[in-house]
């Protein structure tokens, strides 16, 4: 079988990676010099470290090459009373009979917050940095253009080739089935394409893709980018901070920090959000890109003999940074699906898409569920129509935590889970908290104890262990 990967980029080069390392049939990727990078994100999911361990690639390689900095979370401050980090930490999440009893302890107790301490503090531990590979740390930030560049000399000592090429038309036979793609350059035969072409959809349009949008629950329109400067230590986390019509994003990496305004449109315009950002910094800022986009996914991601990844087939604004982690997952679940296929095949995938691509958004949708009501923006999106799905699992979940046995029947590619749901709802104040203090009083003593154990042991950890994060990574650095 012979695939070409239409369009490079993260999108493009991981699923070139994934598909290469697990068929070892031809794969060319052909892109454009011409088309730039989205970036508009800098940060990964756990999904990436997964990636790495599949493909090769090392943490110390990821903080060299790419400008990487560890990631515990993302801190969320200005959507409670009080800032609250998402972060999923073993060993935290563990379970008794599938039930999250540590989580219901810190509920029950009302802790200030549930993930470890050296967190907040933006200090790692010497132990974990003796060996990498064994971190906690599952998540980075990078510079988005510097990963582009590792990742392409990737692809290539794979033995992939790379054409630079703009693709002008994509032929489709009677059948629905692309059968040549013509460039400025040449013309592409392939068995199987993928579509990694971003917003342009190039190849599944012409397919017959019917995009689906998410604008009756997700509001959020735009979105423009800046650069500030660099910091004597970084935060171990992504920063979400609200802002007036939305909200702003702000991640370390080596020698600067990457921001975002992401906003509705409804409520201001781009002059209007780059003016609030520069009250805020007090400075004039040098804005990069600016986005416009409508939040959704494909109705089916696989026709034919071709699949759309990436942006090509979800965009969900990037609160928890969820594109990187869905094209990942897309290519993992392609590459089981992808010899000798079948209608079946097809259909399998899609299901499992679709399941993927809801439940990235009722996770996004929850986290707008908030007392805030300072600006027209808060107050309109606190009345913003649930997903039914979402309003249905609330409804059992304020009084009862999250099980595994909730999200049974979803495709195990769904990147967000119990311990993510359970530490947002924390945060937010959404639970019941004396129903869940009946939950955790009705566990066996010897759990209870357990509970105690891990975490006076995990999150108050002797502070002499660790040290400064921007330090260890100029270790790690200068070591590699």
Same mark, same amino acid.
């Given at each position: 079988m012979k695939?070409?990967?239409?369009g ?6 991981t699923?070139?990676?994934?598909l ?5 049939t031809?794969?060319?990727v052909?892109?454009s010099s011409k088309?730039?990078i989205?970036g508009?994100?800098?940060g990964s999911?756990?999904?990436f470290?997964e990636f ?7 943490p110390?390689?990821?903080?060299k090459?790419?400008?990487a ?11 409670a009373?009080t800032?609250?980090l998402h972060?999923v930490?073993h060993?935290?999440e563990?379970k008794?009979a599938?039930?999250?009893y540590?989580y219901?302890k810190q509920i029950a107790?009302?802790a200030t %917050? /549930? ?6 503090e933006?200090?790692?531990? +010497?132990r974990?940095l003796?060996n !990498?590979?064994d971190s *906690?740390?599952?998540q980075y930030?990078?510079d ?7 990742l392409?000399?990737?692809?290539e000592?794979y033995g ?7 693709i ?8 629905g089935?692309i059968?040549?793609?013509r460039?400025?350059?040449s013309t592409y ?5 993928i579509?990694c072409t971003g917003?342009k959809r190039l190849?599944?349009?012409k397919l ?5 949008s ?5 509001k959020?329109?735009a979105?423009?980018t800046f ?5 004597d230590?970084?935060n171990l ?9 939305g909200?702003?994003f ?10 975002? %305004? /992401?906003?509705d449109?409804d409520?201001?315009?781009?002059d209007?959000? +780059?003016?609030e950002?520069?009250? !805020?910094?007090?400075? *004039?800022?040098?804005?990069g890109?600016e ?8 109705e089916k991601?696989w026709i034919?003999n071709c699949?759309a990844?990436?942006l ?6 990037p ?5 990187i ?5 897309q290519a ?9 296929y079948t209608?079946s095949s097809i259909d399998?995938?899609n ?10 958004r009722?996770f996004i949708?929850m986290h707008?569920i908030?007392k805030?009501d ?6 309109d999106v606190?009345?913003?129509k649930l ?6 699992n609330?409804?059992?979940?304020k ?5 595994p046995?909730d999200?049974?029947?979803q495709?195990r590619?769904?990147?967000f889970t ?8 924390k945060? !937010?104040?959404?639970f019941?908290?004396g129903?869940?203090k009946?939950?955790?009083d009705a566990?066996p ?7 105690t154990?891990i ?7 002797n ?8 330090d260890?990574?100029r270790?790690?650095r200068?070591s590699?």
């Amino acid at each position: 079988m012979k695939i070409a990967i239409v369009g490079g980029g993260t999108a493009g080069y991981t699923t070139a990676l994934i598909l290469k390392e697990y068929l070892g049939t031809q794969v060319d990727v052909i892109q454009s010099s011409k088309i730039g990078i989205i970036g508009v994100g800098e940060g990964s999911t756990e999904h990436f470290s997964e990636f790495m361990r599949f493909v090769g690639i090392t943490p110390n390689e990821i903080i060299k090459e790419c400008g990487a900095t560890f990631k515990s979370g993302i801190m969320f401050d200005g959507w409670a009373d009080t800032p609250y980090l998402h972060s999923v930490a073993h060993p935290l999440e563990s379970k008794y009979a599938s039930y999250s009893y540590v989580y219901s302890k810190q509920i029950a107790e009302q802790a200030t %917050y /549930i993930s470890p301490s050296y967190t907040w503090e933006n200090r790692v531990e +010497k132990r974990h940095l003796d060996n !990498l590979e064994d971190s *906690p740390f599952a998540q980075y930030h990078f510079d988005t253009h510097k990963l582009n560049n590792f990742l392409r000399k990737k692809v290539e000592s794979y033995g992939i080739s790379i054409f630079d090429d703009e693709i002008s038309d994509v032929v489709v036979d009677e059948s629905g089935t692309i059968t040549e793609l013509r460039g400025a350059s040449s013309t592409y035969t392939y068995d199987f394409y993928i579509d990694c072409t971003g917003f342009k959809r190039l190849l599944i349009d012409k397919l017959g893709g019917k995009w689906s949008s998410f604008g009756e629950h997700l509001k959020m329109k735009a979105a423009v980018t800046f650069q500030t400067e660099d910091t004597d230590n970084y935060n171990l986390w992504t920063l979400a901070k609200t802002m007036n019509s939305g909200w702003m994003f702000t991640i370390p990496v080596w020698g600067r920090h990457g921001n975002g %305004y /992401i906003f509705d449109t409804d409520h201001t315009d781009m002059d209007g959000a +780059k003016k609030e950002l520069e009250i !805020l910094h007090k400075k *004039p800022l040098d804005f990069g890109r600016e986005f416009y986009f409508d939040t959704g996914a494909l109705e089916k991601a696989w026709i034919g003999n071709c699949v759309a990844i990436g942006l090509s087939s979800i965009f969900v604004e990037p609160l928890e940074a969820s594109s990187i982690g869905s094209s990942i997952n897309q290519a993992f679940l392609l590459m089981q699906r992808l010899l000798g296929y079948t209608q079946s095949s097809i259909d399998s995938y899609n299901k499992s898409f679709s399941e993927m691509s809801t439940n990235i958004r009722d996770f996004i949708a929850m986290h707008y569920i908030t007392k805030k009501d300072n600006t027209e923006f808060w107050r309109d999106v606190s009345a913003t129509k649930l997903p039914d799905t979402l309003a249905s699992n609330l409804e059992h979940w304020k009084n009862h935590l999250p099980n595994p046995e909730d999200f049974t029947g979803q495709s195990r590619f769904c990147l967000f889970t119990e311990a993510h749901y359970i530490i947002v709802m924390k945060g !937010l104040e959404l639970f019941n908290v004396g129903s869940i203090k009946k939950e955790y009083d009705a566990l066996p003593d010897h759990v209870k104890m357990t509970a105690t154990s891990i975490t006076d042991n995990f999150l108050h950890l002797n502070q002499s262990l660790t040290g400064p994060h921007k330090d260890h990574l100029r270790v790690i650095r200068e070591s590699f």
